[in-house]
Structure formats: structure tokens, C-alpha cells
């Protein structure tokens, strides 16, 4: 992807955005904000509907961190409420399973910020959504500051919409914080079990919990808020073939294996069709399909965390001999 672009996309989803947004019919107040409080020269004040690069979002948040304390973003509601507002959280709500939102999150989460690295790590016990962000080399303390920040508001984010369908019954989910137990405003935000002094911050949520469909579970407006991400990070003038685009939904469905029909309707196509421009560039929807089937297989076997009839359930195969038989085929090629 052209760096231009993916400066483009994410300047457009930083996290200082949407507070200078909610300002821009009070100007005083938002130059006063950026001056005071974000200390920020007034004669480099960005417009109205300017948008702000990534070095001077982490100076931003650093500064904010400096002025109000580094706990500032856990009694933030105002703060929370704007920047979830996005088409990115809104196809995380709409994810059908608890599985499949945090498969967008490590996928796309990017997109929050272009520092923001996201991970998944499948276990026996469930799945581990870690954060982390680039590293810097040379960054003043303030500049340091704010990227120590966004590295738990990347966590507070996807923490904030899980709760909305889990209500506070985090059974068997640990947060890790990468923080000492000192740090009291973390300690009262987040419920469920708490690992403190942990690597990175992160998420592990149980297999069950992750079958769980929220409130706004919505299967089309999930498809249709997806091909908008992928249409952001892809733009159709870089002309990303159709049989990424197929590869890309597979592999981000977790618990089922996604239908041709499916697929089909995530694209914006009738079965027929997709098929149809499939075999015109030599594939199968099914060699697309096994492909993923059996790169993800591989990957949970060289894990060995999860057992055979595990990693059948997670891939979606009706039963244990059905993917038994896949593995043997695979095995012997």
C-alpha cells in the first residue's frame, strides 16, 4: 500500500481528531483547548477541518497526558463516546460472534492509529488480543509520554465495546495491563481478573465468551461496514484482486466456514457471478477456501496449544472426521 494513502486513511481515525471535531462550532474554545491545554504553538493551530499527522497526534496525547494526569482517558466518557463513533467499531459491533470482532480488531486496527500494532493468539483457553506500537527511536519524554498513552487506549477501545455485550460478566477473561498495581484509576475500570505487570496489554477471552453475539450483532451491516474498511486500506484505483478480497473474508471469519453465497453478498455480487470472475483468473471459490483452511490448520498445529478436535471446531468443519480427512489429504501433498 502507497504510504501516502495509508497516511491519508489514518490521519482520518486519530485519536485527537474527533475531540477537535465536537469543538469546531466553538472556536475559542478550541483554540483555548490546543493552547492551554495541548500546548500548542497558537500560530500552528490546525483549521477547523484540518487533519492531524501522526507525530503531532502523539505529541498531542502526550502533552494531554502531561496536563491532565495519565489516567486521564479512564474518566473520559465524552472523550470514548466520540471516538467509537466510527465505521470501524461500528463493524465491530456489528461483528455475528464476540470471535469475529476481535479477528477486525487485529486486522484493521491500524486503522486507529497507523502506530497501533494489534495481535491475536489462539491458546486451548481462547483467544489473546495483545497491543503493542511501533517503536521510535529519538522521541523527546513528551513524544514518549504519548505513545506510552495510546498504547492502553488501544486497549481501552475494543475493551470498551466487549463490554457492551458482556455487561460486566467477564467469566474466566483476564486483562493485562503493562502497568504497576499502583496505577488505582486502571484497577477500577477494568473488571474481570487483572494480570498487572504483564508484557503488553491485552485481552484473553475464553471460547465461550467469544461465541457470544452482541446486541448490535448485525451479519449485513457487519459485511457491508467490512468491504468499507477494505475499500479504505484497498482503494479499488490500486485495483486488489478479487481473489484477496475472497481470501481476506475467509480468513477473518472465526467459528464457521463462510458459504460461497456469503462471501458473494460481502462483495456485492450474486453467487453466479463470483464464481464466474473466479474461474476467469483460474481459482475456485473451494481452492480459496482449502487454501485458508489449511495455511490457519498449519499455523494452530505448529502452535500445539489447541488439540485436533479443537482446531476442527474452530475452523468451522462439521465434524472431526470431516477434518481429519482435509489434514490427511493436506498431509500427503
Sequence with gaps: MDPA???????????????????????????????????????????????????????????????????????????WSTVLDSVFYSAVRAAPTLGDGLNLIAEYGFLWCSALIYENYDSASGKTLMTDTITFDGFSSVMQKGLDTIKEMALIAPYLILEETLNGRWSSSRIFLAASPERSQMGQFFKGEIVW???????????????????????????????????????????????????????????????????????????????RRLEEVGVSFRDILEHSMRKRTETLLKQGQLTKGEIAERLGYKDHASFSRALKRWQSE
Excluded at 221 to 245: A, C, G, H, T, W
Design 197 to 275: 505487570n504483564a508484557p503488553r496489554f491485552g485481552l484473553e477471552i475464553p471460547t465461550q465468551l467469544q461465541r457470544r453475539k452482541s446486541r448490535y450483532a448485525d451479519p449485513i451491516k457487519f459485511r457491508k461496514f467490512s468491504l468499507q474498511i477494505q475499500n479504505l486500506v484497498y482503494p479499488p484505483e490500486i485495483d486488489r484482486s478479487l481473489e484477496e478480497i475472497v481470501s481476506a473474508y475467509i480468513n477473518a471469519t472465526q467459528f464457521h466456514r463462510p458459504t460461497v453465497g456469503e462471501v458473494a453478498k460481502s462483495v456485492g455480487m450474486s453467487t453466479r457471478t463470483l464464481n
Design 5 to 79: 494513502a495509508l497516511n491519508k486513511v489514518t490521519s482520518d481515525a486519530v485519536l485527537i481528531n474527533p475531540l477537535l471535531n465536537r469543538l469546531k462550532n466553538e472556536p475559542e474554545l478550541r483554540k483555548q483547548v490546543l493552547k492551554d491545554c495541548l500546548q500548542l504553538d497558537p500560530r500552528k493551530t490546525p483549521k477547523i477541518h484540518a487533519r492531524i499527522g501522526l507525530f503531532d497526534q502523539i505529541s498531542i496525547i502526550g502533552n494531554a497526558s502531561s496536563y491532565l494526569g495519565h489516567d486521564w482517558p479512564y474518566y473520559s466518557p465524552e472523550f
